[in-house]
């Protein structure tokens, strides 16, 4: 038998700097700008063809208050959240952090104080890990767009860009992320992307870098969506429709919905970056932090089902809930309490036990393909999700056939004719 091939020493040092990653299942995304003083999208600059000189004057009109981001990091702790992330520079352009290469930042403009320091701070002194975005598109920069067709304009341009970067990781002590976004016009060797990565490394050797800057980096980013990844993998989730500020967009998921999503993250052994646009003082609208809240409240009782759940489980849709899996336990996230009975279908599995988690045993008859857990309260134990932890023997694999099953002939047993 040919030896597993061994791990290339980059390989090895990727597993060790993704290791709090991969079990950190989720995060604060936090997009904070100019965009928050108009409250109509983060992208307002362009989907409204708003002319630079006009956008610029909004840098002198923002004054956030006293130190908005204690206030996220508390909230973010709070809700369970294990890291963030914030934009230190959106598309439009405006730096939040003392830059030496553009007067267009926090410190010298309207706020005259960094913006990305008081966050840092912040998320750490809540034990939080800590995430800088940076748009690499620059709606500003005179050369933002020029660089693609002029060499002169793409040199100084990429200058501008790397040496930024260089800034935010050489200022502001230990960084955990470097989330890059939207890499338009340039392609990958005009960026220099491989010499950026190589000196975020360089500056950071314990960081994590996402995919956005055209190389395939340390993680994924589904945007918008869960869809699991071969690999560590991270989906990034707007509150309500957008990421900035937006009080007009009340389309907000509720705390049920970010429960699910949880779970579903937890599944495939991925994260889930959930957004909060703080408005223009830095406050946090409802009702934003109080479903932060009963999020967190739900994992404080149910967190192990999500944050060490992460090993496969093949299943099926059902509509009273899904699967999470570690090791011989199987989490069952209910959040449709069909009343004193559940029924699952499917299961190949042998289930030797079940119980509401962390509570008493319920009752367990499987005949053939079907599972019923009986002696459950009326009413669901927690409206969110209720999680039945289950033990198994065998393989925990659910196999449901469109069609109907007929005695005798299970399509799914394979020593039956
Ligand atoms: C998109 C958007 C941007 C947002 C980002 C978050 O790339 O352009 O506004 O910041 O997604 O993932």
Redesign the pocket.
């Known amino acids: 038998m040919p030896a597993k091939p061994k791990l290339t020493a980059e390989e090895q040092d990727q597993v060790r700097r993704l290791k709090w990653f991969r079990e950190a299942r989720f995060g604060m ?1 936090i ?1 904070w700008g100019l965009y928050s003083l108009l409250g109509r999208h ?2 307002v600059m362009n989907r409204e063809r708003i002319p630079v000189e006009e956008y610029e004057k909004l840098a002198d009109a923002f004054k956030p208050g006293p130190w908005p981001a204690r206030t996220w990091a508390k909230l973010a702790k709070a809700a369970g959240q294990r890291y963030m992330v914030m ?1 230190t520079k ?2 439009e352009g405006f730096c939040l952090f003392g830059s030496e290469l553009t007067d267009y930042n926090a410190v010298k403009r309207g706020p005259k104080r960094d913006l990305v320091a008081e966050y840092v701070e912040a998320a750490r002194e809540q034990g939080l890990r800590v995430g800088f ?1 940076y ?1 690499l598109m620059d709606w500003h920069h005179p050369d933002g767009a020029k660089c693609k067709t002029n060499e002169k304009s793409r040199r100084r341009f990429v200058d501008y860009i790397h040496g930024q970067i260089r800034e935010l990781l050489t200022n502001y002590g230990k960084i955990d992320i470097m989330w890059y ?2 890499s338009w016009p340039l392609n990958v060797e005009e960026w220099e992307s491989e010499k950026m990565n190589r000196m975020v490394l360089e500056l950071q050797p314990d960081i994590i870098m996402n995919n956005r800057n055209q190389l395939l980096g340390d993680f994924g ?1 589904p ?1 918008g969506h869960i869809t699991p990844e071969a690999r560590a993998w991270e989906s ?1 989730m707007t509150f309500n429709d957008a ?2 500020y937006t009080p007009i967009d009340t389309n907000y998921k509720s705390a049920w919905n970010v429960v699910g999503m949880l779970r579903q993250v937890a599944a495939g052994h991925g994260n889930l970056l959930l957004n909060i646009g703080p408005d223009p003082l830095g406050g946090v609208i409802q009702p934003m932090p109080k479903i932060l809240k009963q999020v967190g409240a739900w994992l404080e009782r149910w967190g192990p089902s999500v944050y060490d759940a992460a090993d496969p489980v093949h299943q099926e849709w059902l509509i009273t809930g899904a699967f999470t899996r570690k090791g011989d336990t199987l989490y069952y996230h209910c959040n449709r309490w069909p009343g004193k009975e559940l029924a699952i279908g499917g299961l190949v599995c042998k289930i030797t036990d079940a119980r509401i988690m962390g509570g008493k045993k319920v009752k367990v008859t499987q005949v053939r393909d079907r599972l019923v857990l009986s002696g459950l309260p009326e009413q669901a134990p927690d409206p969110l999700s209720t999680v039945i932890e289950m033990k198994f023997t065998g393989e925990p694999k659910q196999l449901l056939g469109a069609g109907h099953v007929l005695i005798g002939r299970d399509p799914w047993r394979k020593t039956e004719k």
Request: hydrophobic share 25%; net charge negative; glycine share 6%.
């Open positions: 995304f997009h983060e992208w934009t959106h598309h975005y748009s976004d939207v980013t945007e990034c990421w900035g």
